[in-house]
C-alpha cells in the first residue's frame, strides 16, 4: 500500500503539471487528467535541433501506442521569444505537434523533474511514480522497450482515454511558414517549408512553378509528382535547383529544363554519425542550407553542427567543424559550430549563421573566425562592435560588398553587419508582428531569411507567411503579395 508521503509527492507532482498554461488543448489540463495514465514528459525547447529529431520519433510511437500512453510536451524555452505561449503555439503548429504542450516559461517543470538538457525524457506510471528516465533525440530506441514491458505487466492498470486537442487546417494556396529564399532576374523561389514544396514567384508575384506535390516525403520524379519534408536552403545555378531537404537529410536537385527531381546525396534518413562519417555512410544530418563557392556545393549541417561540401566531382568533404556543439575559433577541422543555419559566399569567402550561439563567423585560409556573438547561453538585441553586440538565434545571411544582411530571427529583426567597420546594428524590427511602412516601424515575426536584389532585401517572414520587401534607398517594407495559380500543378504532365 502506497504510503502517505509517496501520495503527497505524486499529489505535488500533478499539481505542478496543472500550474502551467497549455497550447494545443481544447480545455484546460486538471489533476484527474494525469491520473491513471501512462505519460511521456518530453522537456524540450523549439530551437533544439535535436529535440525537432525526436518529434518524429515521438509521432510513431503515439501511432504505435495509442491512447495507451499519454505525450506531454513541456516546452522549457532557451532562448527569450521561446517563451511566449503565442510562439510555441505557432512551433506546435509548424511541427504537427497533436499532444499537449506545456509552456514551462520559469523552468518550474524542469528543474522539479530533474531534467538536465534538451530534449530529456520522463516516462511516469499510472501512480505517477518515475520508471525511466532518458536524455537524447533517440526516444523511440530508448523509452520503447520499457513502454512496451510495462504494458505487458501485470502492473498495467491504465485508463485508455484520449485528451482532445488541437487542430490546424492547412490553407494549399498560400505560403506556410516560409523558409529560405532566392532571387535572379528569373524570378522569386521560396522554400515553402511547412507545405513541403519549392514554389517560383515572377517579380510581379505571379506563381510560374511549383515544385513537389505538397505532401510530406520522400520521393524523386516530376515536379507535381516529388515529394520533401520541410525543404529550408536553395540556390540556383542556371537551369539547376539545389535544395537543402531538411526533413529527409539529403540534398536535391531539380533540372528545371527537364522538369524533375532526383536525389544528389542522402538517403532519407538521419545519420547518427558526426564528424566525418557522412562521408562513408551517404546519410546527412538535417542539411538547412545550400550555397556555391566556385564549383563546390557548401552544406550548412545544422544536425551535427557542421560546414560540409558536395565537391565538383560529386564527391561529400568535410569542411569545418569538430561536431562539437560551441563556439571555438580554430583550424576548421578543430573549430566548434552550433547548429549551423545559413551560408553566404563573397568574394570567395565563406560566411555563415551558427544560430544556437547567435553569432555571425566566416572561413578564411582554413581557420574560423567570429565576427558577432559569444557563447551558447549569450543573446540578446544589442548593436555594436564584437564582443558587446548581440543577437538572438539568427537563421539566414546574405553578405555583400559593405554589409552583411541577418535575420536575427527570435528578435523578429533586420540587421546588418558593416564589413570595415565591424559594427552590428539595427536595419527594422525587433519586436513581434505584422506591420508595413517605415523601417523604424516595420514589424515581423521570427524572420528566416534574407537575400538582396538590386537595391531590395528580400525577406521570408517565417511566422507572418509571407515574404517582406525592404528597399534599402526608400528605407521602406512591403508585403510582396504573391498569387497562386490553380492550374500550375499540372504544368509538368
Known sequence: MESQEVKKVIKEQYKMLTNVPYVNLDSPMKEEDFQGRLILL?????????????????????????????VIGVHSGKFDTEKDTDQIRLAVEKYDIHHPVANDYEFLLFRYFGAKAWPTFILLGPDGEIIKETIGENVKRDMGPAIRE??????????NHSIKTGSYRKTELSLRFPGKIHVDEAGVIVSDTENHRIVIFDHNGNETLRIGSGLPGFEDGSLSHARFRSPQGITRKGHLLYVADTGN?????????????????????????SYWDHIFTNELNSPWDVEFQNNDLMIAMAGSHQIYKINHA??????????????????????????????????????????????????????????AGTGLFQFGLKDGLFPESKMQHPLGLYAGETYIYIADTYNHAIRR???????????????????DGSFKNALFNEPNDVFLYKDNLYVTDTN??????????????????????????????
Open 150 to 159: 510495462f504494458l505487458n505487466s501485470k502492473d498495467n492498470k491504465i485508463l
Open 249 to 273: 537529410h539529403s540534398i536535391r536537385l531539380v533540372n528545371l529544363q527537364e522538369k524533375i527531381v532526383h536525389t544528389l546525396y542522402g538517403t532519407g534518413i538521419k545519420s547518427s554519425l
Open 417 to 435: 553587419y558593416n564589413r570595415k567597420t565591424g559594427i552590428l546594428s539595427t536595419l527594422a524590427g525587433g519586436k513581434k508582428g505584422k506591420r
Open 314 to 371: 560529386g564527391k561529400l568533404e568535410h569542411v569545418a567543424g569538430s561536431g562539437l556543439e560551441n563556439i571555438l575559433d580554430d583550424s576548421t577541422d578543430q573549430s566548434a559550430l552550433a547548429q549551423t543555419s545559413g551560408l553566404s559566399v563573397f568574394n570567395n569567402v565563406l560566411y555563415f549563421i551558427d544560430s544556437e550561439t547567435s553569432s555571425l563567423r566566416l572561413i578564411k585560409e582554413d581557420r574560423i573566425k567570429t565576427l
Open 42 to 70: 518530453d522537456f524540450w525547447t523549439y530551437c533544439c535541433i535535436n529535440c525537432l529529431h525526436a518529434m518524429e520519433d515521438l509521432k510513431d510511437m503515439e501511432k504505435e501506442f495509442g491512447d495507451k500512453l499519454l
Open 464 to 493: 507572418n507567411h509571407n515574404i517582406r520587401i525592404m528597399d534599402l534607398k526608400q528605407q521602406t517594407v512591403k508585403t510582396f503579395l504573391v498569387k497562386f495559380n490553380k492550374k500550375i500543378e499540372v504544368n509538368d504532365q
